[in-house]
Antibody
Framework: QVQLQESGPGLVKPSETLSLTCTVSGGSISSYYWSWIRQPPGKGLEWIGYIYYSGSTNYNPSLKSRVTISVDTSKNQFSLKLSSVTAADTAVYYC????????????????????WGQGTTVTVSS | QSALTQPASVSGSPGQSITISCTGT?????????VSWYQQHPGKAPKLMIYEVSNRPSGVPDRFSGSKSGNTASLTISGLQAEDEADYYC???????????FGGGTKLTVL
């Protein structure tokens, strides 16, 4: 059974870079898409971006200039970097497996974000 | 991209049925069958309940069902139970299946 675990600093200073890692256990990171999602206190979910195990990425346009997602298949991990953070970036950050794939009929299928980490709280404050 | 539109809250009594709507555009909900629904209890991670508009992952009760008409998707919960009380979020991939967008979330209260 695949499990995800986020890790990283819980406190980041304004203008600095937020860095988080998601470790995949119980399965391989290969052949899947992997997403980062965040949730500010008392608010809804916001998709940050995804990475395919091969390294291709796609980001939320509203965060694109500040976001970098990378993957390390040898460690079964993928990571998030968010630069120039402000208090508005304070949130619970989740990683998730994103089941998008092309089936045998060459049709893109989407089975949703089916495995989530427990989430990690990041506070931006001096 | 803009968030999908959901009602802020819905409520129902045990045993009743409720429906949560999720309105987008032809570039997301209306254009593709990539709508998913997530349940989130307080302090917990979201849980996938519906994918590709109307499919249930293994282990999700058949009391949960999804549908879509035009640019609006819907989640229906029949036979409401106390443990269904949670926040529910819809999500869709946008054009070219390159970006995801969530709804603002709906708080379900079981009276």
């Amino acid at each position: 059974q695949v499990q995800l675990q986020e890790s990283g600093p819980g406190l980041v200073k304004p203008s600095e870079t937020l860095s988080l890692t998601c470790t995949v256990s119980g399965g391989s990171i290969s052949s899947y898409y992997w997403s980062w999602i965040r949730q500010p206190p008392g608010k809804g979910l916001e998709w940050i971006g995804y990475i395919y195990y091969s390294g291709s990425t796609n980001y939320n346009p509203s965060l694109k200039s500040r976001v970098t997602i990378s993957v390390d298949t040898s460690k079964n991990q993928f990571s998030l970097k968010l630069s120039s953070v402000t208090a508005a970036d304070t949130a619970v950050y989740y990683c998730a497996r994103d089941r998008k794939f092309v089936d045998t009929a060459m049709v893109t299928r989407y089975y949703g974000m089916d495995v989530w980490g427990q989430g990690t709280t990041v506070t931006v404050s001096s | 991209q803009s968030a999908l539109t959901q009602p802020a809250s819905v409520s129902g009594s045990p045993g009743q049925s409720i429906t949560i709507s999720c309105t987008g555009t032809s570039s997301d909900v209306g254009g593709y069958n990539y709508v998913s629904w997530y349940q989130q209890h307080p302090g917990k991670a979201p849980k996938l309940m519906i994918y590709e508009v109307s499919n249930r992952p293994s282990g999700v009760p058949d009391r949960f069902s999804g549908s879509k008409s035009g640019n609006t998707a819907s989640l229906t919960i029949s036979g409401l139970q106390a443990e269904d009380e949670a926040d529910y979020y819809c999500s869709s991939y946008t054009s070219s299946s390159t970006q995801a967008v969530f709804g603002g979330g709906t708080k379900l209260t079981v009276l």
